[in-house]
């Protein structure tokens, strides 16, 4: 027969057991201590994540972060504001000085009280172009002698326009008690120096007019260092040094 199979014998059988041509465990070495390269179990961990955010706290957050931009807001408008007008009005602060000073009452009574009636020359300027300058009620005005106060009174009530300079004579008047020591320093003072120091000071409130726009009542202080001659009644008062200084109170 011409397609006869042909049968090849095999060379080993394949389903006879195997037999290992190499020992399993390496000479030298135990079962044990081949099994102590096998790391040991471990035992798995559950991840756990940790819990998002309150809404609560990032609604405090956002609302914090608007409050604080408002407000930085505001302070730029603010001062964009006051910006713009210094440059519209240029507002300088008003000047005074103590130009006369007459002493029609300078005498101690018999109570050892020092009776003090001063005639003050005071010229207030406003050097502002575009501003005008209520004066309020509620002035004071007084004279002093070191920490000692002998005389006061008022400004009066009255509207400065842009660029005027008004002239006020004001009268001051006063009673100091116990003023023998008083009298006494002024006369040494009058003996060794030559002259007499006196203040006058000043507590006005005012309001401002820029255009036609009245603002807030504010308040300014003027403090004036004299230097005269002599103070006593009914003789011309000489005025040898004179200095102003003025504050702004809000």
């Given amino acids: 027969m011409s397609d006869q199979q042909k049968i090849h014998p095999v ?143 008022a400004l009066p009530k009255f509207y400065q326009g842009h660029r005027n300079t008004t002239v006020l004579i004001l009268s001051l008047t006063g009673q100091t008690q116990n003023a023998t020591g008083l009298v006494s320093a002024l006369q040494q003072q009058q003996q060794e120096m030559g002259n007499i120091p006196l203040d006058i000071k000043v507590k006005q409130p005012v309001r401002v007019k820029l255009g036609k726009l009245k603002l807030f009542e504010v308040k300014f202080k003027v403090s004036c260092r004299l230097v005269v001659d002599a103070l006593s009644a009914n003789n011309e008062i000489t005025i040898q040094s004179s200095s102003c200084k003025f504050r702004l109170r809000l």
């Fill in 11 to 153: 060379a080993h059988d394949l389903e006879a057991p195997h037999t290992p041509t190499a020992p399993l465990v390496p000479p030298g070495e135990t079962k044990s201590d081949r099994a102590e390269e096998f790391p040991p179990h471990r035992r798995t961990i559950p991840v756990t994540h940790a819990r998002p955010p309150k809404r609560r706290r990032s609604c405090c957050c956002r609302c914090f972060c608007w409050t604080i931009s408002l407000l930085l807001l505001l302070v730029i408008i603010i001062g964009a504001v006051i910006g713009i007008l210094f440059l519209v009005f240029q507002p300088k602060l008003p000047k005074f000085s103590v130009d006369k000073l007459q002493v029609t009452q300078f005498t101690t009574g018999a109570d050892n009280s020092l009776n003090s009636t001063f005639d003050v020359t005071v010229t207030a300027r406003n050097p502002n172009k575009k501003i005008g300058i209520y004066y309020e009620d509620g002035s004071q005005i007084s004279g002093w002698y070191t920490d000692i106060k002998l005389c006061d009174g």
